[in-house]
Nanobody
Framework: QVHLEESGGGLVQAGGSLRLSCSIS????????MGWSRQAPGKQRELVALISGGENTIYADSVKGRFTISIDIAKKTVYLQMNDLKSEDTALYYCAADLRVNEGVAGRDYWGRGTQVTVSS
């Protein structure tokens, strides 16, 4: 079975940095894209960053210039470097991957359980 597990969340002061990691466990055939979303209390989940093809990236306007997404295909791990954190970045951060477990199976999304990021002002 395939599982995604996030790590690296925590409590940080405004202006600080955190690096989130998300690793895929289990055998897979290919990764179409991986990304990070977040959900703050009382708000809808929103896409934060997406990486496809190992290098094509998309960012939410609110994090452009502060967050960087990267991927290590060999390690099946995606990272989110978050700099200059603000109180409004406080949320539960989820990792997701659109992947295929083998050549004969269609790709689908897999989600992690999330890691909490709290930014104190």
């Amino acid at each position: 079975q395939v599982h995604l597990e996030e790590s690296g969340g925590g409590l940080v002061q405004a202006g600080g940095s955190l690096r989130l990691s998300c690793s895929i466990s289990g055998s897979i055939f290919s990764i179409k894209h991986m990304g990070w979303s977040r959900q703050a209390p009382g708000k809808q989940r929103e896409l934060v960053a997406l990486i496809s093809g190992g290098e094509n990236t998309i960012y939410a306007d609110s994090v452009k210039g502060r967050f960087t997404i990267s991927i290590d295909i060999a390690k099946k791990t995606v990272y989110l470097q978050m700099n200059d954190l603000k109180s409004e970045d406080t949320a539960l951060y989820y990792c997701a991957a659109d992947l295929r477990v083998n050549e004969g199976v269609a790709g689908r999304d897999y989600w992690g359980r999330g890691t909490q990021v709290t930014v104190s002002s």
